[in-house]
């Protein structure tokens, strides 16, 4: 026993005396750890101990556990907005990602002149306003006076109902707003993976007699895997926590008809700041973060590095 404790305390003479020989180092790399804990391991703490309670911010705290996510999966409209998020984020990212993906090829590929200017168009829908979009497209959209319906017109199509009717059209609506605004992104990424790609490559599959579509499928998309890789999990944690296009284009978070608009993050915001459930909105968020370590999980283990 005596000499456990002499061993114990001759350790803890080793670490004072470490720290102290280190304490200019310490100095410079403890203000990322004090911002960490302030800004970071206290609001993840804080927001679990409150998703844990009743609480309208001015009353008591009420303690009932894990209440707040029992009757979130009996809750109906959080389950079609688990439902909304899924399906939007799924549906859009196939045309977001794959046509992203070629239009950074034929940019890289010089099949078109001016490359720095299709680069600068197509990114600029990411750094445009999502105010400014979304009174865009609601004007696009416009029932009676929007262009896509006038245009459907002088084709003699009936019209589409965007927001009415059953809300059919609503998820059409907010995937092909949230295409346009991220395909740049993607597109700028892909890029800057493709010109890491030698040239020689494509000079000797050239030779060989390939064609484009063969350089494309033999060459790019294979040494182009762990850019894809990054690119998923993004889009997973961008399709996940979508906010700001239903938000704006049905003008509130009431989620259109049906709730065919309502996302897992306008739910959140809604029951947080209009219902002022604060604890049943953060039981939300440990949901949505859960979902997405888990999706990520699983796009790590199928689309990881052993498969690069």
């Known amino acids: 026993m005596t000499a456990n404790l002499e061993r114990r305390q001759i350790v803890k003479s080793h670490l004072l005396k470490d720290l102290y020989r280190n304490r200019v180092a310490y100095a410079y790399i403890s203000p990322f750890y004090i911002l960490f804990i302030i800004f970071g391991a206290f609001p993840l703490v804080a927001g679990f101990y409150l998703s844990l309670h009743n609480w309208d911010g001015l009353s008591d705290m009420i303690f009932i556990g894990f209440g707040n996510y029992i009757n979130l999966f009996k809750d109906t409209v959080f389950l079609k907005a688990v439902y909304n998020t899924l399906f939007i984020g799924i549906i859009a990212h196939i045309p977001m990602l794959f046509g992203a993906l070629i239009l950074a090829f034929i940019i890289n590929m010089g099949i078109i002149k001016g490359k720095d200017i299709f680069r600068t168009v197509y990114f600029l829908p990411v750094i445009t306003g999502s105010v400014a979009v979304a009174i865009v497209f609601r004007m696009l959209y416009g029932v ?40 740049g992104w993607n597109m700028v990424i892909y890029l800057a993976g493709m010109q890491g790609i030698s040239n020689d490559y494509y000079e000797a599959a050239r030779i060989d007699g390939a064609n484009l579509p063969q350089m494309f499928f033999r060459i790019t998309l294979p040494l182009l895997k762990p850019i894809i890789f990054f690119t998923l999990i993004q889009s997973t944690i961008g399709g996940l ?47 949505v973060s859960a979902f997405i370590i888990i999706i990520s999980f699983f796009n790590m283990k199928f689309f990881g590095k052993e498969n690069t």
């Open 144 to 183: 009676r006076a929007g262009l896509i319906n006038y245009v459907l017109t002088l084709a003699h199509i009936t019209p589409i109902d965007w927001w009415g009717g059953h809300g059919a059209w609503i998820k059409p609506a907010i995937i092909i707003l949230f295409v346009w605004k991220w395909i």
């Open 241 to 287: 926590t979508i906010f700001a296009e239903p938000y704006m284009l049905l003008e509130g978070s009431s989620g259109g008809t049906n709730y065919e608009g309502l996302t897992l993050m306008v739910f959140l915001y809604r029951d947080a700041f209009e219902y002022v459930h604060f604890g049943y909105a953060s039981a939300v968020a440990y949901v």
